[in-house]
């Protein structure tokens, strides 16, 4: 077959989905999404109901926030937006925070809203899909659910910030961890402080 039969794919922006369940954490996703939004990429929100009563109790709004010409939210309830598609390309799908029943239902392969949607359709596009899971201590049920979705082709980042760079307040420990976030998206960024040994911490 010739190459003139091969139609070529169509130059696009970088295209990401955020999801973002009802665990404690939201200020990650918020920052995540409002650090997406500086740059010339394409964002799609999703927020599980829960997600936003938490959300409204811990930063004070809901995704109505989230605002901006390439950002897009989603209801969770909608199974006919874009993101639902396999056919719809997408670069990465972050769940962050990731509740454990989210984690259990994408673990089991069910699809009872967009968030376990969008999370399955990376699974089986074969497309970046990190989960963030913030609960603990960890039980053998949340374990195994974790080492599934990991088998399966999904990074694990529970919401762990570092210490090493000496953070002063709570938004450097929350840029750290949402930089290194956006390493394994494969988003450049200044967010996460590159380590350089001891020499580089100030006295």
Known sequence: MGEAEHPRKIARKARYVIAVTGASGSVYAARLISYLGTLDVETHVVVSSTGQTVMRLELGHGPEEFEG???????PGDFTAPVA?????????????????????????????????????????GT??????????????????????????????????????????????????????LDRMGVANTLAKRWEGPEDLEP
Not at 107 to 121: E, F, K, P, T, W
Not at 160 to 171: D, E, L, Q, V
Request: proline letters at 7%; a negative charge.
């Open 69 to 75: 010409p390439d950002i897009f939210v989603h209801d």
């Open 85 to 125: 598609s396999g056919s719809f390309e997408v670069d990465a799908t972050v769940v962050v925070p990731c509740t454990m029943g989210t984690l259990g239902a994408l673990a089991a392969g069910i699809s009872g809203n967009l968030i376990h949607r969008v999370a399955d359709v990376a699974l089986k596009e």
């Open 128 to 181: 970046s899909l990190i989960i963030v899971p913030r609960e603990t201590p960890a039980n053998r049920i949340h374990l195994r659910n974790m080492l599934t979705l990991a088998e399966a082709g999904a990074v694990i980042m529970p919401a762990t910030p570092g210490f090493y760079h000496r953070p002063k307040t709570i938004a450097d420990l929350v840029d750290a961890f949402v930089g290194r976030l």
